[in-house]
């Protein structure tokens, strides 16, 4: 069965290697290097103890010291696996999620085909290098002189010039090369006012494309022309060239990556030669397009994590954001993307000769994980002011992060877009110190704190709180059973994040819990996530209550409606009851001079309002009235609040 050209070219792209052969080996984790693709272990196909038999998976092929088994995954699934030629490849592409295509009886055609137009190409090549050294092509030396290309490093590029006249095909034909051979290679075409074919590269510097194993396969060509509306423009699709699976500088840029250099994708040509002749040789470009799926797949084979390098304009940011939504399904563990956004109006090129080699590096070095633009693009110049805006912003992430196929992963995508959401939407608390500092009221409420609830403590005593008696005691175990309940229905947690924000928990170990639940809220087991990121001590001094295990929320975990209700209740009370102790500090804190009816009626009001957030209202044996603030109070209460706030009236007149 015969295969069309370029298949199996592909199905050695799109599979690793080392994953072929890791199914049959044990790697040598001491002698190999899987950052470079670098992989060591005994042969497969001779008895030895030592890690004699090698992996190049950049390159995709193997070689035994041993035995000398050599070949590519092709020629490893026949031997280890017994079987054809062509059951190999069904097998790999299987893997691959390619399907074999039917039988091509023009196959051996088609290579051949292949073999004239890389012969065509290659003479295309060097015709244009000799027009660089002419007459006609003194602007375009003057051209690649100023930007700083010697006559060297353009000879290590092969770069050519293209008359505005043309004269390949001429050339071409004149050394007995069929006309359509010139065509299928896409150096010249036909005019559609019909006559003879005509040049398709005209007045331009030419760069050519070489594949992977340096064969020239097509041309990008610079107008020289400042006002041509194709400033760059490349081989059509051809037998040879298809731009979507192709990158410039392949094949020495494969080899660079192998020895330790970081790959670097740029935009362009002249970037990419830019970057390689400052020492950073393992540099790529598209041709013409946005990074492909099919690209992306041979940027990892070179490297696991590629650093994507574009313009620092708006049209480079575009592309760098485009690239986020086409990596996302094809990530892998140990396989993503950093990128290393140039300053504004600058490409590496520019930043290279405008600051040198060291401002590049430091670009490379701080370049920022893919998950960090993710967040960028979709929070960048937007305005957060709003539950619903927040909403939206969750929504987009989420349905980000599903793009994401390996569990593992999704996970920690989750994790860190949690984290970032919390510094967004939680910035760190400045202490209030502006003009004199903090308020000498406030001061004293802080120090004395504990007389006070000593002193208040008695309005709420004549009835037991479902969770406890004292109010520190009854807020330590609320917070706790909410917490727990998120715990145990944590997928109600969105739905009540900005109350959770909210809550101010007394007890350290609970603001840690907190913040650890929000930190996790996407991940797929939340209370594992807890637990790694704060132990497994906090989750059992929680859950150590005996009161925790008969609440409704605990026993029927994962009932969303059971979850929901329990949270609205404990939330409402517990802000409840800490928004009006705010107001009864505040008010203590205006007793600065003689206190007055409306001091004393806010306190009278808080307070109220505390007791009945707490208090069953269908209680018939308490006769109540009701406040100004429109609460129910009984009047035994509201008269040992009043005999309080008298107290204290008093007390602050003696000290004057």
């Known amino acids: 069965m015969s295969l069309p050209p370029g298949f199996l070219d592909e199905l050695r792209t799109r599979l690793s290697l080392s994953q072929v052969v890791g199914r049959k080996v044990m790697w040598d984790t001491r002698k190999s290097n899987q950052g470079k693709g670098d992989m060591w272990a005994p042969c497969p196909f001779h008895q030895e103890k030592s890690a004699s038999f090698h992996v190049d998976d950049r390159k995709g092929f193997y070689y035994c010291f041993g035995c000398h088994a050599k070949g590519d995954a092709i020629s490893f699934v026949r031997e280890t696996e017994n079987v054809e030629f062509m059951e190999a490849v069904k097998i790999l592409a299987g893997e691959a999620g390619m399907t074999v295509p039917a039988s091509d ?45 010697s006559p060297e490093a353009q000879a290590r590029w092969d770069i050519g010039f293209a008359p505005a006249n043309g004269g390949v095909m001429s050339y071409l034909t004149g050394k007995g090369i069929e006309t359509k ?6 150096l010249s075409a036909e005019s559609d006012r019909g006559g003879s074919p005509y040049d398709r590269f005209r007045g331009r510097i030419m760069f050519p494309i070489r594949d992977a194993r340096g064969r020239a396969i097509g041309f990008g060509g610079r107008a020289m022309d400042p006002n041509h509306p194709a400033k760059y423009y490349n081989s059509p699709e051809t037998p040879l ?35 390689s002749e400052a020492g950073f040789t393992a540099a790529v470009a598209p041709l013409g397009t946005a990074i492909t799926e099919d690209q992306l797949r041979l940027l990892w084979r070179i490297a696991p994590e590629p650093i994507i390098a574009l313009d620092g304009d708006k049209a480079g940011l575009r592309a760098a954001m485009r690239v986020i939504d086409i990596a996302l399904p094809l990530l892998e563990a140990g396989q993503s993307l950093r990128f290393a956004i140039m300053p504004e109006g600058l490409d590496p090129d520019d930043l290279i000769k405008a600051q040198g080699k060291g401002a590049m590096q430091a670009l490379l070095d701080a370049a920022i994980p893919m998950v960090q633009l993710l967040w960028q693009r979709e929070t960048e110049a937007k305005n957060f002011d709003s539950p619903e805006r927040k909403a939206a912003l969750d929504k987009a992430l989420r349905e980000k992060i599903k793009l994401i196929a390996d569990p593992s992963i999704r996970h920690h995508y989750g994790e860190a877009i949690k984290e970032m959401r919390w510094a967004l939407f939680n910035p760190r608390r400045q202490g209030n110190t502006g003009g004199g500092g903090k308020r000498p009221a406030r001061a004293a409420w802080s120090r004395n704190q504990e007389s006070w609830q000593r002193d208040i403590s008695p309005l709420s005593s004549s009835k037991s709180s479902e969770l406890g008696s004292g109010l520190g005691d009854e807020d330590h175990l609320r917070e706790a059973v909410i917490l727990a309940t998120l715990l145990y229905t944590p997928s109600v947690i969105l739905a009540f994040e900005p109350d959770i924000e909210r809550m101010d928990c007394r007890d350290p170990n609970h603001a840690e819990m907190r913040a650890a639940i929000l930190r996790h809220a996407l991940a797929e087991d939340v209370m594992a996530a807890v637990q790694r990121d704060i132990g497994d001590d906090a989750l059992v001094k929680l859950m150590s209550s005996p009161h925790l295990a008969i609440i409704p929320s605990v026993r029927r975990a994962g009932d969303v409606d059971v979850a929901r209700q329990l949270l609205n209740e404990e939330l409402g009370k517990l802000m409840a009851r800490r928004g009006h102790s705010r107001e009864i500090i505040d008010g203590m804190d205006d007793i600065s001079g003689v206190a007055d009816e409306g001091v004393t009626w806010r306190l009278a009001r808080a307070a109220a309002a505390i007791d009945t ?7 018939d044996s308490v006769e109540f009235e009701t406040a100004q603030n429109g609460v129910k109070i009984s009047k035994d209460e509201r008269s040992a609040f009043d005999n309080l706030l008298g107290g204290l009236s008093i007390d602050k007149a003696k000290r004057k």
């Open 613 to 619: 957030s707490i208090r069953k209202e269908t209680d």
């Open 241 to 275: 060239f298809d731009k979507g699976r192709s990158l410039y500088n392949h094949g020495p840029a494969r080899e660079a990556a192998g020895k330790g250099q970081p790959l670097i994708v740029a935009e362009g040509y002249m970037d990419v030669i830019a970057l």
């Open 105 to 149: 009886p023009r196959a051996q055609e088609k290579a051949d085909l292949r073999t004239q137009l890389v012969d065509v190409m290659e003479q295309a090549v060097q015709w244009h290098r000799l027009q660089l050294q002419t007459g006609p092509a003194a602007a375009a030396r003057d051209y690649l002189e100023k930007r700083g290309l």
């Open 181 to 186: 051979l010139v065509m299928d290679a896409g």
